[in-house]
């Protein structure tokens, strides 16, 4: 798939930065997941820690994020401790299929 100025490929978003509306860096998209029932997407986004330890998964609705082409990356209007304390998992606890019900309520999103 190409990027235009109006799409671009789910490999392009992977990696990409997300900030906070200061500026602050706050994590990296790290996949993109689609609930398959209702075609609604979700960045999936990884906060990073020292040395990787510790690292955690967010799925948030694509809804929460703007791109900034100024920044080459993604604001999230987010608050760090709001975030935290999402629905989360480790990599070692990746689910199959995670309740995505549960994340539209913690975000105040309709499904």
Same mark, same amino acid.
């Given at each position: 798939?190409?990027? =235009? #100025? @109006?799409? $671009?490929? &789910?490999?392009?978003?992977?990696?990409?930065?997300?900030?906070?509306?200061?500026?602050?860096?706050?994590? =990296?998209?790290d996949?993109?997941?689609? #609930?398959? &029932?209702s075609?609604?997407?979700?960045?999936? +986004?990884?906060?990073? $820690?020292a +040395? /990787?330890?510790?690292?955690? *998964?967010?799925?948030?609705? @694509? $809804?929460?994020?703007? %791109?900034?082409?100024? +920044? /080459?990356? %993604?604001?999230? #209007?987010? #608050? +760090?401790?709001?975030?935290?304390?999402?629905?989360? *998992? &480790?990599?070692? =606890?990746?689910?199959?299929?995670?309740?995505?019900?549960?994340?539209?309520? %913690? @975000? /105040?999103?309709?499904?």
């Open positions: 798939m190409v990027e =235009t #100025d @109006w799409s $671009t490929p &789910s490999k392009s978003v992977e990696g990409s930065p997300v900030y906070k509306r200061d500026g602050e860096r706050l994590g =990296t998209i996949h993109i997941m689609l #609930d398959r &029932s075609g609604r997407q979700y960045a999936v +986004l990884r906060l990073a $820690t +040395l /990787g330890i510790g690292e955690r *998964y967010y799925p948030v609705p @694509w $809804t929460k994020l703007a %791109y900034d082409a100024r +920044l /080459g990356g %993604y604001i999230a #209007d987010i #608050d +760090l401790g709001r975030l935290q304390k999402a629905p989360s *998992y &480790s990599k070692d =606890t990746q689910p199959k299929s995670p309740d995505l019900g549960h994340v539209d309520e %913690y @975000w /105040g999103s309709d499904r």
